[in-house]
């Protein structure tokens, strides 16, 4: 394998545009007529095995973090081997097949079934407790119900995720008092505004408040309730 990839267990392949590296994508009828998705090499494991293989991060994950973790698959071409597959993404505490602890983060989806193109898969996973100590990324092939798999895989790129903010829904809005001497600018009456809200994607954080409905803010909090003296 090239030397930034690990087999981790038996001896998944290598494969070059030309075979000048690891295998041709002629041989035993493997990847007829395929080049990689990008440059010149990919890898593939059999499922049956299996073959595994993966990369020592250059820095370790943060449990917590989200990542995205992205490639390209291409399902081989020989007919004992063609049946949909994927690669289940793992983190290892060591190279050893047999005595690593294992993380599981999940697996590319959907299954690839294609012979004549490279298709994008995404994995969009948080990074788990114990990821610090687990630097090895490793690729697992898991076949289907229909037998076994060797997908190729090539242009993996690993990304730390930031989702697009969503804004929070407010789901009831209250002032005390709501009724009275009007109007209220300039009477000197004190009113108490309160909103319940939720974030769909993390905590509300501040309030902003327009009192004058004119578009302006005129206070900023840091919770849901605030006092206005008219």
Do not use: C
Not at 8 to 33: E, I, M, Q
Not at 55 to 79: K, P
Not at 80 to 103: C, H, R
């Amino acid at each position: 394998m090239p030397s930034e990839w690990l087999s981790l267990n038996v001896t998944p392949d290598t494969y070059s545009n030309d075979g000048s590296y690891g295998l041709a994508p002629s041989d035993f009828g493997n990847f007829t007529h395929a080049t990689a998705e990008d440059g010149l090499r990919w890898v593939a494991g059999w499922s049956l095995v299996p073959e595994i293989f993966g990369q020592m991060l250059t820095t370790s994950l943060i449990s917590g973090q989200t990542y995205m973790l992205s490639a390209y698959l291409r399902e081989v071409v020989r007919a004992n081997l063609a049946n949909p597959g994927t690669y289940q993404i793992e983190l290892w505490d060591s190279t050893n097949f047999f005595s690593a602890d294992k993380l599981v983060l999940g697996s590319f989806q959907p299954l690839i079934a294609n012979q004549n193109a490279w298709e994008l898969r995404t994995l969009t996973f948080t990074a788990p407790a114990g990821a610090a100590t687990h630097p090895v990324l490793a690729f697992r092939p898991l076949g289907s119900d229909s037998g076994s798999a060797y997908p190729g895989l090539d242009n993996v790129v690993l990304e730390a995720f930031s989702p697009v903010n969503q804004p929070p829904t407010i789901t009831s809005f209250t002032a005390t008092p709501s009724s009275g001497i009007l109007p209220v600018s300039g009477a000197g009456v004190t009113v108490s505004f309160a909103v319940v809200a939720s974030d769909p994607d993390g905590t509300v954080v501040q309030a902003q408040w327009d009192f004058e409905g004119n578009g302006s803010v005129d206070q900023l909090t840091n919770t849901l309730t605030t006092d206005s003296v008219g």
